[in-house]
């Protein structure tokens, strides 16, 4: 059987509009994730100002436009790859990922492949039907995990399906409905096996590389595990403990550190957590899924904020709409518009390095971004972070 | 008496009580394998009832692995979506006839997504009819006439105190409550000018965001508040009233009690089985558990046995069960079941008209019996599937080998206390080209050989019946 890497590379479709073209000639600069530099030693003092709603991308349409995104990565190329499950265009089923450019008043295009990657798969058979989480590297290939038929994909930004890894199994090492996945600083793949109860850190090439991890409901146990991300900061290993409503912080050999956030569906609480994310202050984000909103955390897991969703209908939302007149006035006669600003059962959340801050809401169609703001304090400017602060007033 | 004679009837009454709670499980659950049907029959037939109808002794079932193993439709979107929950839930849950009154009460007040469009609706009814399946029929009924996917599937939005529309009121009388030829015109309106202002909110369209839910609203400006007359009885009635007034109609008791005899008990209706029926109904106050206990323990239940046609939805569920498939929230392929039921005729949440399918022989054309047959063929011939492994195992024991008819009978107790002709099981036997004793060893051949002989068994006639 020829496998899919030794196929010939695929001509990518790109659709851009004259439009698009003239507006966006080229792709912004702000997905692009930093260098990664070694391990810091210590987390900022922040000066917070919260948190403010800067765009929602996709959004359901009759052609493009999401259906069910999961996630999204950061290009080194400067745009944003979305993994959106189910095409909306008639075009193809399966999987693929939506190229999308993030600018204030929010337009995207897409990289169509001619084909999902995996078509035949990797079986030779059947498609990939379940890729969900996914990286980038900053060679410009995106990774992704097959959590039915166990197995990475890599393909690269312009569309190529560059190969397979990944043995199915119970074993450590071994892919059992792999998910969540990230980049560690030498852009090593840590690997959520969520079947095997288990995080996994992996060579991008799939050598295994050690991990930990078993079922259960103590302390440094987990329970069917979603998200994973490692803290920029000291290189810790954070996972969304999905069925324990937690997080957990963990060494790289497996020790637990530090749970995060309580079972729950009050402030701070977690109801099935799916992604988690870390940005370079320490702040730790997660999908809290079962309760459709995002949660986030400092990195002494003390509750920050919540996302509950802010969305407005962008431009290509509203033209959709505007070529209905039914629908039209069908939202003429709605109370409470509120309701489809909300996240609706959100699987991922993601930050770049320019503090934004990217949701998956799943549920939606669509990637809600917000902007963090903030300022990080010179140490000079404040004393040392402490574990517990005294309450003061002035 | 002598010891072998005393211990040959013991196994035979056991076997018996095995078959009796085969049969209830059939029609009350969705059917058990006899490894199952044996932990049941430790108990009395009586008390097997008593759980089955009084599920809320069960914890429910755990469905959170279900959202997370297909979080591709967290959009809420498909009501093919909607029917493959529905049948997780009917192959797993600890609690299977709230299941299958859910079907049973699906397919006397069809609605279809082809006309609602929306399935946080289709769903929510599919909850509604869940939940309140085994309580009372007023209150289904109440619930039922401020349900949003029936409301807009017959009309009721377009039904004001200005401009009557009869569309509800008149499939209220008639198909899901009395029955025809036993109201008149008149009371069709009366009924429906009692509903004017029960209606639902403006939700939002597909697009851009998806379907969201729908909620009932009672405007009482659009209520008309003259007074009505409706079967014999004048007043200023609203919906509820009407209801309650449906209810003390002997003609309701009869229409309900036969629909639920050949739900459960047989495609030919008997005259004197059926008026039992409705009396327990009356008494009961249309207590539907009430009612259903009375049934199972009835001697007429229990004697009639394979009587009916299996459903597909029943068919499909029954066979994975046998196969042992689908047991969890991550195998691959669940949604393809409810894509299965509907090539057989019964496409879950999208019924055909307002009077839902015909059941019986109807379900058995030539189309369909293919699609059955395949289906259970496929699913039992695999020698891996969990159930036919299990199977294999508990016949072969610890012996060697067994006679070719014993392993057929074995196969079909195995199956759930199964039963065929003798000429069927020699037909299997003589197509399988069993010869003599089949050896137990290796086990890997003699499971396939016992997939053979399921598979063989799965396209008997006697097996689309139950």
């Given at each position: 059987?020829?496998?899919?890497?030794?196929?010939?590379?695929?001509?990518?479709?790109?659709?851009r509009?004259?439009?698009?073209?003239?507006?966006w000639?080229?792709?912004l600069?702000?997905?692009?994730?930093?260098?990664?530099?070694p391990?810091?030693?210590?987390?900022p003092?922040?000066?917070?100002?919260?948190?403010q709603?800067?765009?929602a991308l996709?959004?359901?349409l009759a052609?493009?436009g999401?259906?069910?995104?999961?996630d999204?990565a950061?290009?080194?190329?400067?745009?944003?790859?979305v993994?959106?499950?189910?095409?909306?265009?008639?075009?193809?089923?399966g999987v693929?990922?939506?190229?999308?450019?993030?600018?204030?008043?929010g337009?995207?295009?897409?990289?169509?492949?001619?084909?999902?990657?995996?078509?035949?798969?990797?079986?030779?058979?059947e498609w990939l039907?379940?890729?969900?989480m996914?990286?980038?590297?900053?060679?410009?290939?995106?990774?992704?995990?097959?959590?039915?038929?166990h197995?990475?994909v890599?393909?690269?930004i312009?569309?190529e399906?560059?190969?397979?890894?990944?043995?199915p199994g119970?074993?450590?090492?071994?892919?059992?409905?792999?998910?969540?996945m990230?980049?560690?600083?030498?852009?090593s793949?840590?690997?959520?096996?969520?079947l095997?109860?288990?995080?996994?850190?992996?060579?991008?090439?799939?050598?295994?590389?050690?991990?930990?991890?078993q079922?259960?409901?103590?302390?440094?146990?987990?329970?069917?595990?979603?998200?994973?991300?490692?803290?920029?900061?000291?290189?810790?290993?954070?996972?969304?403990?999905?069925?324990?409503?937690?997080?957990?912080?963990?060494?790289r050999?497996?020790?637990?550190?530090q749970v995060?956030?309580?079972?729950?569906?009050?402030?701070?609480?977690?109801?099935?957590?799916?992604?988690?994310?870390?940005?370079?202050?320490?702040?730790?984000?997660?999908?809290?899924?079962?309760?459709?909103?995002?949660?986030?955390?400092?990195?002494?897991?003390?509750?920050?904020?919540?996302?509950?969703?802010?969305?407005?209908?962008n431009?290509?939302?509203?033209?959709?709409?505007?070529?209905?007149?039914?629908?039209?006035r069908?939202?003429?006669?709605?109370?409470?518009?509120?309701r489809?600003?909300r996240l609706?059962?959100?699987?991922?959340v993601r930050?770049?390095?320019?503090g934004?801050v990217?949701?998956?809401?799943?549920?939606?169609y669509?990637?809600?971004?917000?902007?963090?703001m903030?300022?990080?304090?010179?140490p000079?400017?404040?004393?040392p972070?402490?574990?517990?602060?005294?309450?003061?007033?002035? | 008496?002598?010891?072998?004679?005393?211990?040959?009837?013991?196994?035979?009454?056991?076997?018996?009580?095995?078959?009796?709670?085969?049969?209830?499980?059939?029609?009350?659950?969705?059917?058990?394998?006899?490894?199952?049907?044996e932990?049941?029959?430790?108990?009395?037939y009586g008390?097997?009832?008593?759980?089955?109808?009084?599920?809320?002794?069960?914890?429910?079932?755990?469905?959170?692995l279900?959202e997370?193993?297909?979080?591709?439709?967290?959009?809420?979107?498909?009501?093919?979506?909607?029917?493959?929950?529905?049948?997780?839930?009917?192959?797993?849950?600890?609690r299977?006839l709230?299941f299958?009154?859910?079907?049973?009460w699906?397919g006397?007040?069809?609605?279809?997504?082809?006309k609602?469009?929306?399935?946080?609706?289709?769903?929510?009814?599919?909850?509604m009819?869940r939940?309140?399946?085994?309580?009372?029929?007023?209150?289904?009924?109440?619930?039922?006439?401020?349900?949003?996917?029936?409301?807009?599937?017959?009309?009721?939005?377009?039904?004001?105190?200005?401009a009557?529309?009869e569309?509800?009121?008149?499939?209220?009388?008639?198909?899901?409550?009395?029955?025809?030829?036993?109201?008149?015109?008149?009371d069709?309106?009366?009924?429906?000018?009692a509903?004017?202002?029960?209606?639902?909110?403006?939700?939002?369209?597909?697009?851009?965001?998806?379907?969201?839910?729908?909620?009932?609203?009672?405007?009482?400006?659009?209520?008309?508040?003259?007074?009505?007359?409706?079967?014999?009885?004048?007043?200023?009635?609203?919906?509820?009233?009407?209801?309650?007034?449906?209810?003390e109609?002997?003609?309701?008791?009869?229409?309900?009690a036969?629909?639920?005899?050949?739900?459960?008990?047989?495609?030919?209706?008997?005259?004197d089985?059926?008026?039992?029926?409705a009396?327990?109904?009356?008494?009961s106050?249309?207590?539907?558990?009430?009612?259903?206990?009375a049934?199972?323990?009835?001697?007429?239940?229990?004697?009639a046995?394979?009587?009916?046609?299996?459903?597909?939805?029943?068919?499909?569920?029954?066979?994975?069960?046998?196969?042992g498939?689908y047991?969890?929230?991550?195998?691959?392929?669940?949604?393809?079941?409810?894509?299965a039921?509907?090539?057989?005729?019964?496409?879950?949440?999208n019924?055909?008209?307002?009077?839902?399918w015909?059941?019986?022989?109807?379900?058995?054309?030539?189309?369909y019996?293919?699609?059955?047959?395949?289906?259970?063929?496929?699913?039992?011939?695999?020698?891996s599937?969990?159930?036919?492994?299990?199977?294999?195992?508990?016949?072969?024991?610890?012996?060697?080998?067994?006679?070719?008819?014993?392993?057929?009978?074995?196969?079909?107790?195995?199956?759930?206390?199964?039963?065929?002709?003798?000429?069927?099981?020699?037909a299997i036997i003589?197509?399988?080209?069993?010869?003599?004793?089949v050896?137990?060893?290796?086990?890997?051949?003699f499971?396939n050989?016992?997939?053979?002989?399921c598979?063989?068994i799965?396209?008997a006639?006697?097996?689309?019946?139950?």
């Open positions: 059987m020829t496998g899919v890497a030794d196929r010939p590379a695929r001509k990518v479709e790109r659709m509009t004259t439009k698009a073209k003239a507006l000639p080229a792709p600069s702000a997905a692009i994730p930093a260098p990664r530099a391990y810091q030693d210590r987390y003092t922040l000066f917070r100002r919260g948190h709603f800067e765009i996709g959004q359901r052609l493009g999401f259906k069910g995104p999961t999204v950061f290009g080194p190329d400067g745009w944003l790859y993994m959106n499950r189910y095409p909306n265009d008639g075009h193809l089923a693929r990922w939506v190229q999308v450019n993030v600018k204030d008043d337009f995207e295009f897409e990289v169509v492949p001619k084909d999902p990657p995996g078509k035949p798969g990797a079986t030779g058979h039907g379940s890729l969900q996914t990286v980038c590297d900053s060679q410009g290939v995106l990774y992704s995990a097959d959590e039915h038929r197995t990475v890599r393909c690269s312009r569309g399906t560059l190969g397979y890894w990944g043995h119970d074993k450590p090492g071994q892919l059992n409905g792999p998910t969540g990230c980049l560690d600083a030498d852009e793949l840590w690997i959520v096996n969520t095997n109860h288990r995080v996994d850190h992996y060579t991008r090439e799939g050598e295994w590389l050690g991990g930990f991890g079922q259960g409901t103590g302390p440094g146990e987990l329970n069917f595990p979603w998200g994973v991300a490692i803290d920029p900061i000291n290189g810790t290993v954070v996972v969304a403990d999905w069925r324990n409503d937690l997080v957990k912080r963990f060494s050999d497996g020790k637990l550190l995060i956030g309580r079972p729950g569906h009050g402030e701070g609480e977690l109801h099935r957590p799916a992604g988690v994310a870390e940005d370079n202050h320490g702040d730790i984000y997660v999908a809290d899924r079962g309760n459709n909103r995002v949660l986030s955390f400092n990195y002494r897991g003390m509750f920050i904020e919540s996302f509950i969703g802010d969305a407005v209908i431009d290509r939302g509203m033209q959709k709409v505007l070529t209905n007149l039914d629908m039209v069908m939202r003429d006669n709605i109370e409470n518009l509120d489809e600003k609706k059962a959100p699987v991922s930050v770049d390095n320019k934004r990217y949701i998956a809401d799943t549920g939606r669509r990637v809600q971004v917000y902007r963090k903030c300022k990080a304090l010179r000079d400017e404040v004393d972070p402490t574990l517990h602060v005294d309450p003061v007033l002035t | 008496m002598t010891a072998p004679i005393r211990e040959r009837r013991a196994r035979r009454a056991a076997a018996d009580d095995v078959a009796l709670i085969g049969h209830l499980m059939r029609r009350a659950a969705f059917g058990a394998r006899a490894e199952h049907l932990q049941l029959a430790r108990k009395s008390a097997v009832v008593d759980d089955l109808v009084n599920p809320e002794r069960f914890p429910p079932l755990e469905e959170d279900l997370r193993f297909h979080s591709d439709q967290s959009d809420d979107e498909s009501t093919g979506w909607t029917a493959t929950r529905w049948s997780f839930q009917m192959i797993n849950s600890p299977p709230e299958k009154m859910a079907l049973f699906h006397l007040f069809a609605t279809a997504v082809s609602v469009t929306n399935n946080p609706m289709m769903r929510n009814q599919y909850q009819l939940e309140n399946g085994l309580s009372d029929f007023r209150t289904i009924l109440q619930r039922l006439a401020r349900d949003p996917a029936m409301l807009y599937w017959l009309d009721q939005q377009q039904n004001h105190a200005a009557v529309n569309n509800w009121g008149r499939e209220l009388l008639e198909l899901f409550s009395m029955g025809r030829g036993n109201y008149t015109e008149d069709v309106k009366a009924a429906a000018r509903f004017t202002g029960w209606t639902l909110d403006q939700t939002f369209p597909r697009y851009p965001s998806g379907y969201y839910d729908v909620r009932f609203v009672y405007r009482p400006e659009d209520h008309d508040e003259t007074p009505k007359t409706f079967l014999g009885r004048t007043g200023n009635f609203n919906g509820d009233d009407i209801i309650d007034i449906i209810l109609q002997p003609a309701t008791a009869h229409y309900l036969l629909h639920l005899y050949k739900f459960f008990v047989s495609d030919e209706p008997n005259r089985e059926v008026e039992a029926l009396q327990t109904l009356t008494e106050r249309f207590d539907i558990r009430v009612t259903l206990k049934m199972f323990l009835s001697e007429y239940f229990r004697q046995r394979f009587k009916r046609v299996r459903s597909p939805a029943e068919h499909v569920i029954a066979t994975v069960r046998i196969a498939r047991t969890n929230a991550w195998e691959h392929g669940i949604d393809g079941l409810e894509d039921i509907g090539r057989m005729g019964q496409q879950l949440l019924p055909p008209t307002v009077e839902g015909h059941p019986g022989r109807e379900w058995i054309d030539s189309a019996l293919i699609e059955r047959v395949n289906f259970a063929a496929d699913m039992l011939g695999d020698p599937a969990p159930g036919v492994v299990a199977i294999s195992r508990r016949i072969a024991g610890g012996r060697s080998g067994i006679e070719a008819l014993a392993l057929v009978d074995a196969v079909l107790y195995e199956m759930g206390a199964l039963m065929l002709s003798p000429a069927a099981k020699q003589e197509n399988l080209e069993l010869v003599g004793e050896a137990c060893n290796p086990p890997e051949v499971a050989t016992v997939a053979r002989v598979r063989t799965s396209t006639r006697e097996f689309q019946l139950e």
